[in-house]
């Protein structure tokens, strides 16, 4: 990998582990709506799931503004009890806030602040992730180049939209280019069909289970330099 001089990498799960911070910040945004509101029908985890694709099918930009997405959520919820539309808006304002400040209640993967501040002096470091996490609201945020989400391209990895705008704003070429990312398709497919290079971060020893050739892996940060320069 001698060629590499751009290094892309996904946030959630690959940088830290996102299920129970974001369960968490759930958890505690529905208890803060419930308090303003009495009554809210929830639901189950289903009944979640089934409402999210239905805000999807009214609206396909959902799909790819996961934010925006959230907030209908609450708002659909909110309307089943509240007539005021003001009313309504202001607390999902609110309420998103709060979620997305408790989603960056994060603790990142040991190593990974020591590695990423190496790697920021030999190599260009960029974002790419489906996800609403801001890597600037953390100090390691200073070592990238830029940060790119789905809302940014419209689209969701492995569409190779994320990839493409990387190159555009690096003036790299894919073979030039390298991802890091902990998901099988829209991260280590994605990377192979934008023509970049590719390292999955397995740290939960999962199996490998896609077509195409199963690429160098690694589940600790503190080896991850050293796994390269091989």
Known sequence: ????????????DTFWDIGPPIIKAEKETRHWLSEKVP????????????????????????????SELRKEFYKHKLKELLDDSAKVNNLVKQAYKIFIQKRHDLKLYDGLVDCIKSLSKRFMLGILTNGNADINNFPIGKNFSFSISSLDVKSNKPDIGHFDRALELSGFSASESLHIGDHQINDMLGAHNAGFSYIWFNNNNAIWNQKINKPKEFSDWNIFEELITK
């Open 1 to 12: 990998m001698r060629d590499i001089k751009l290094i892309t990498f996904d946030l959630d």
């Open 39 to 66: 009554g809210i029908n929830w639901g189950d985890f289903n009944d979640f799931i089934d409402l999210r694709n239905q805000l999807v099918r009214q609206n396909s930009s959902l799909e790819w503004d996961i």
